[in-house]
C-alpha cells in the first residue's frame, strides 16, 4: 500500500500568520490518466472531515482562498496563507490514484 | 445541499453484528460510487469499503474483507454496511462519503457526520 507521511504532526501558529503541511508519498501519484489523485481534508474537533483540495490543487466550493494545494509526484503541500481560528483542527491528506486509497496519519494545527 | 446522515451505531460484543446506514439527499444517488471510512477514538483515518453506482461493483479493505458487506438500495437512497465477527479493533466512528470510483481515481466528496461503534 501507498504510504503517505505529514510532516509536521503538530503545528503550533499565530494568528494571521502562513502555515504549511507537507505529505509525501512512498510512491508517485500521478496516474496512467494523467491525473494526481491527492486530496486533503481539515477536521475541526468534535466533526468530520470535509475536504479542501482535490487533485493536488483543485480548491472545493466554499473554501477560502488562503487554502492552496500543490507539489507533484510525491512530494505535496497545503499552506495556509493566513491562519484563522477556525483552522484548527487536524489535516489529513488522501491519495486516490493506487489502490487501496490511503491517508496520512495527520497534522493538528492549534493556535499559540 | 449534499446530506448524509449515517445511523445505526452503538454498542456490540465481540463476534456480534450491526447494520449501518447512510441516507443520502441533495444529489443524483444512484450515479455515484459511495464509501465506508471509518476512524478509531483518537486515531486517523481508514478506508474500509466502496461501492459503485449500481451496486455490483464492491470493495473492501482487508481488514474487514470477509467480515463486512456494503451494499444500496438506490431506491431508497441509501447506503448500508452490514458488519459481522466484530472485533475490538473496529471500535471506531464510520462516516459515509460520496464517491470511491475503484477504476478512475478516487476521491472522496461530501462526508457525513459519522456514526460511533463499540465492539466490547
Known amino acids: 500500500d501507498v504510504v503517505l507521511t505529514q510532516s509536521p504532526l503538530s503545528l503550533p501558529v499565530t494568528l494571521g500568520q502562513p502555515a504549511s503541511v507537507s505529505c509525501r508519498s512512498s510512491?508517485?501519484?500521478?496516474?496512467?490518466?494523467?491525473?494526481?489523485?491527492l486530496s486533503w481534508f481539515h477536521q475541526r474537533p468534535g466533526q468530520s472531515p470535509g475536504r479542501l483540495i482535490y487533485?493536488?490543487?483543485g480548491r472545493d466550493s466554499g473554501v477560502p482562498d488562503r487554502f492552496s494545494g500543490s507539489g507533484s509526484g510525491t512530494d505535496f503541500t497545503l499552506k495556509i496563507s493566513r491562519v484563522e481560528a477556525e483552522d484548527v483542527g487536524v489535516y489529513y491528506c488522501?491519495?486516490?490514484?493506487?489502490?487501496?486509497?490511503?491517508f496520512g496519519g495527520g497534522t493538528k494545527v492549534e493556535i499559540k | 445541499e449534499v446530506q448524509l446522515v449515517e445511523s445505526g451505531g452503538g454498542f456490540v460484543q465481540p463476534g456480534g453484528s450491526l447494520r449501518l446506514s447512510c441516507a443520502a439527499s441533495?444529489?443524483?444517488?444512484?450515479?455515484?460510487?459511495m464509501s465506508w471510512v471509518r476512524q478509531a477514538p483518537g486515531k486517523g483515518l481508514e478506508w474500509v469499503s466502496c461501492?459503485?453506482?449500481?451496486?455490483?461493483?464492491?470493495y473492501y479493505a482487508d481488514s474487514v474483507k470477509g467480515r463486512f458487506t456494503i451494499s444500496r438500495d438506490n431506491s431508497k437512497n441509501t447506503l448500508y454496511l452490514q458488519m459481522n465477527s466484530l472485533r475490538a479493533e473496529d471500535t471506531a466512528s464510520y462516516y459515509c462519503?460520496?464517491?470511491?470510483?475503484?477504476?478512475?481515481?478516487?476521491?472522496?466528496?461530501?462526508w457525513g457526520q459519522g456514526t460511533l461503534v463499540a465492539v466490547s
Open positions: 488522501m491519495q486516490g490514484t493506487h489502490w487501496p486509497p490511503t
Open positions: 461501492l459503485s453506482g449500481s451496486g455490483y461493483g464492491t
Open positions: 510512491q508517485s501519484l500521478v496516474s496512467s490518466d494523467g491525473n494526481t489523485y
Open positions: 487533485k493536488v490543487s
Open positions: 441533495g444529489f443524483t444517488f444512484h450515479i455515484h460510487a
Open positions: 462519503a460520496q464517491g470511491g470510483h475503484r477504476y478512475s481515481g478516487f476521491e472522496l466528496d461530501s
